[in-house]
């Protein structure tokens, strides 16, 4: 069963631009959830989709979106980017109370 | 929002030495997980304990969730067993809230 992945693997961008990170769920799993563990933070709680609807989200601001598609993949979009959202982005699929991670996503703002 | 706690922050150990970790959380849960995040920075999820114990080969962990701790047990520990682990909470709003983590360091 192939786990939960995501993609790229290391994205760099300038400040001012947009970034889309992707993440597809374990086959099965309709939720997925962002997390971002930035440098100094923590793991800190993003996004949360199921059944392509946003059902919760952090304490983030609204630059900080995404969406889910019919098939559960999802995309995280980060606008205007600033250099503190350099961090390692990581998503999760769960069914039955347990979460799945995939291998993240490094951003890099320079 | 609920606080999770963990100790030590740092733990070196000799390989084949035994080590405890332990996390603390504020308000009850319906979700506690341990995970290990390996140099790559993935987590790897260790256990998904809610209350009781479980074991998987030389790691155990405990969850007694009526006084709000759990605790992680690595036997004979050995040098892939470094990196940091971490413990994560979620009281049934589908958000994860994490510990800040123990970095274990194993040396040969």
């Known amino acids: 069963e192939a786990g939960v992945t995501q993609s790229p693997t290391h994205l760099i961008k300038t400040r001012g631009q947009q970034a889309t990170l992707r993440c597809s769920p374990i086959s099965g799993h309709t939720s997925v959830y962002w997390y971002q563990q930035a440098l100094g933070l923590g793991l800190q709680f993003l996004l949360w989709?199921?059944?392509?609807?946003?059902?919760n989200r952090g304490n983030f601001p609204p630059r900080f979106s995404g969406r889910q598609f019919p098939n559960y993949s999802s995309e995280l979009n980060v606008n205007a980017l600033e250099l503190e959202d350099s961090a390692l982005y990581l998503c999760?699929?769960?069914?039955?109370?347990?979460?799945?991670f995939g291998s993240g996503t490094r951003l890099t703002v320079v | 929002g609920i606080q999770v706690e963990q100790s030590p922050p740092d733990l070196i150990l000799q390989e084949g030495a035994n080590s405890t970790l332990r996390c603390n959380f504020s308000d009850s849960v319906n979700n506690l997980q341990w995970f290990h995040q390996n140099p790559w920075g993935q987590l790897i999820n260790l256990f998904y304990?809610?209350?009781g114990t479980k074991q998987n080969g030389r790691l155990s962990a405990t969850t007694v969730a009526t006084e709000r701790y759990s605790l992680l047990y690595i036997s004979s520990s050995q040098t892939t067993d470094s990196g940091v682990y971490f413990c994560a909470v979620e009281r049934g709003d589908y958000k994860l809230s994490f510990g800040a983590g123990t970095t274990v360091t194993v040396r040969a």
């Open positions: 989709y199921d059944e392509g609807e946003e059902r």
């Open positions: 304990i809610p209350s």
């Open positions: 999760a699929s769960s069914l039955n109370g347990g979460y799945t």
